[in-house]
């Protein structure tokens, strides 16, 4: 069973920058791709980047391409989401998630707060 856990919410200023940490515990060796999602008041959940856990390979939603950076070291079973350039449109909840190989995404972390002020 993959445990996550998120940290370095916070509040930033508009252009500001902010970077997540999300650490992974139990059975990591299992995890073949994390991931970073956000869900922002009265919003649906939504798709904000992705790393695979053995070839690194990242993927961006379109939102926050050229902005955030996903990244992983292996060695701390840590991924990490550098934002930069926020905006209050990125005001939300950020969750860390972990997928095996074919599969959906199915551990969830508890989530942390990122809140952009204009």
């Known amino acids: 069973q993959v445990q996550l856990v998120e940290s370095g919410g916070g509040l930033v200023q508009a252009g500001g920058s902010l970077r997540l940490s999300c650490a992974a515990s139990?059975?990591?060796?299992?995890?073949?791709?994390l991931g970073w999602f956000r869900q922002a008041p009265g919003k649906e959940r939504e798709f904000v980047a992705a790393?695979?856990?053995?070839?690194?390979?990242?993927y961006y939603a379109d939102s926050v391409k050229g902005r955030f950076t996903i990244s992983r070291d292996n060695a701390k079973n840590t991924v990490y989401l550098q934002m930069n350039s926020l905006k209050p449109e990125d005001t939300a909840v950020y969750y860390c998630?972990?997928?095996?190989?074919?599969?959906?995404?199915?551990?969830w972390g508890q989530g942390t707060q990122v809140t952009v002020s204009s």
């Open positions: 790393i695979r856990w053995s070839g690194g390979q990242t």
């Open positions: 998630a972990a997928r095996r190989f074919n599969a959906r995404y199915d551990y």
């Open positions: 139990g059975g990591t060796f299992t995890i073949y791709e």
